[in-house]
């Protein structure tokens, strides 16, 4: 089946651009468009995207926002994949935390952000830039220390955290800890269920939020 893309910006050619780069992959379809965030929650509800590719600075309503709504709406919700200018960008980081899968930056090339869609939709976390991971870094607190305690990672649980902030896939680190592949899909699961995590990509912002990891 093809991955569906809901294309989300309020500047047309680069609706027009990403539409242009992902159609032509044959397991890509762009099923619909909308130009500000306000929009995006009817669109999700009657297209059923698997990805939804998210501006996030927009008038009306911002992409961080707009994902609230979907994720705390839709009871099956697809990817979001935010799509910014800077990779600094605080906005980008908030889109994260608020459940955000990953992010895509505008002047990407091609062939990455084919990538990243098809990663965020097989369900792996995009790898943080240095930039992200200090300002997550930057943003601990106790609560989040305490979280992590609560948690009681087994040693192997941790190490597996450890290589998801690596933005490692499941394959990637059954082969540096020796493992099968769905002995690690097992661990991932625990690690989320014990962090309370929605997917990877929350994992690592709290792995890096409690000092679990610092960046470098």
């Given at each position: 089946m093809p991955i569906?893309?809901?294309?989300?910006?309020?500047?047309?050619?680069?609706?027009a651009g990403l539409r242009a780069i992902l159609e032509a992959q044959p397991?890509?379809?762009?099923?619909?468009?909308?130009?500000?965030?306000?929009?995006v929650l009817p669109l999700v509800r009657r297209l059923r995207p698997d990805v939804v590719a998210m501006d996030v600075r927009m008038p009306l309503l911002d992409g961080i926002e707009a994902t609230r709504a979907v994720l705390r709406t839709v009871a099956e919700p697809p990817k979001i994949l935010v799509v910014t200018t800077f990779e600094n960008d605080e906005y980008v980081y908030d889109a994260l935390r608020a459940g955000a899968d990953g992010f895509l930056l505008?002047?990407?090339a091609p062939a990455q952000i084919v990538q990243a869609v098809r990663t965020v939709a097989a369900g792996d976390s995009l790898l943080f830039p240095a930039a992200l991971r200090r300002l997550a870094a930057s943003?601990?607190?106790?609560r989040a220390r305490a979280a992590m305690e609560r948690a009681a990672l087994t040693?192997?649980?941790a190490d597996v955290l450890r290589l998801?902030?690596?933005?490692?896939?499941?394959?990637?680190?059954a082969r540096s800890l020796l493992l099968g592949t769905e002995t690690v899909k097992s661990h991932v699961s625990?690690?989320?269920a014990k962090l309370g995590a929605r997917d990877r990509t929350q994992a690592v912002i709290a792995a890096y939020e409690s000092g679990f990891v610092t960046p470098g």
């Open positions: 569906s893309v809901l294309l989300v910006d309020d500047e047309p050619l680069v609706r397991d890509i379809t762009v099923t619909g468009e909308a130009s500000d965030g306000a929009a505008k002047r990407a943003r601990g607190n106790e040693p192997r649980e998801m902030t690596r933005g490692m896939s499941n394959p990637e680190i625990a690690v989320l």
